[in-house]
Nanobody
Framework: QVELVESGGGWVQPGDSLRLSCAVS????????MGWFRQAPGKDREVVTA????????YYRDSVKGRFTISRDSAKNTLLLQMNSLQPEGTAVYYC????????????????????WGQGTQVTVSS
């Protein structure tokens, strides 16, 4: 069993930065995929970025490339998302998701391939 707890959301102005954390408890196998997702009001949940192990291979959706960075703090068993140059379209509830499989590239973008979810943290970008 894997439990995920997100933190770090809040209100920021356009152009600001924010860092989200996802604390992971439970089993941590050598093969898994973790990601950050977001869901804006009235829209489907979408993948923002993901990281796959072994190898720490990353995926970013086009709209966040160069601005967002996913990483994992192994010592603290925490998944991080550094978000820079946030824009109003980034307003959403952000979720941490995980699966105990190393997904292939085509699967990384499919939210149905993830089995474990956190409760979400609200990010609001507004002036």
């Amino acid at each position: 069993q894997v439990e995920l707890v997100e933190s770090g959301g809040g209100w920021v102005q356009p152009g600001d930065s924010l860092r989200l954390s996802c604390a992971v408890s439970g089993r941590t196998p050598s093969t898994y995929t973790m990601g950050w997702f977001r869901q804006a009001p009235g829209k489907d949940r979408e993948v923002v970025t993901a990281i796959r192990y072994p190898g720490a291979t990353t995926y970013y959706r086009d709209s966040v490339k160069g601005r967002f960075t996913i990483s994992r703090d192994s010592a603290k068993n925490t998944l991080l998302l550094q978000m820079n140059s946030l824009q109003p379209e980034g307003t959403a509830v952000y979720y941490c998701g995980a699966t105990l499989r190393r997904l292939i590239t085509s699967q990384v973008r499919d939210v149905t391939d993830y089995n474990y979810w956190g409760q979400g943290t609200q990010v609001t970008v507004s002036s």
